[in-house]
């Protein structure tokens, strides 16, 4: 899931990623594949704030890339 806001400030990102996680570990290993995500479309996206917000489930970090690249496109 991921918000925008148009901002002329530059682009700016947070990760969110709630305790429906099993456990810490896999909360942080989350957080991180969703970084390194944004890193690959980062000079795609257009001026804003962004908060992406990664829901549990059993997806793999090639599904949370073409989601990615997906919310963006709609943007």
């Known amino acids: 899931m991921v ?3 148009a ?3 530059g ?3 947070a ?3 709630g305790k429906g996680f099993p456990g810490a570990v896999q909360r942080h290993r989350r957080q991180r594949q ?4 944004l890193a690959q479309v980062w000079d ?4 804003g704030s962004y908060v992406v917000r990664a829901l549990p489930g059993g997806a793999g970090y090639g599904d949370l890339v073409q989601s990615l690249e997906s919310a ?3 943007l």
């Open 44 to 47: 795609r996206l257009p001026a």
């Open 11 to 13: 682009t700016h990102a």
């Open 7 to 9: 901002d002329a400030d």
């Open 15 to 17: 990760v969110v990623v």
């Open 34 to 37: 969703v970084r390194h995500a």
């Open 72 to 74: 963006v496109s709609r």
């Open 3 to 5: 918000h925008y806001v």
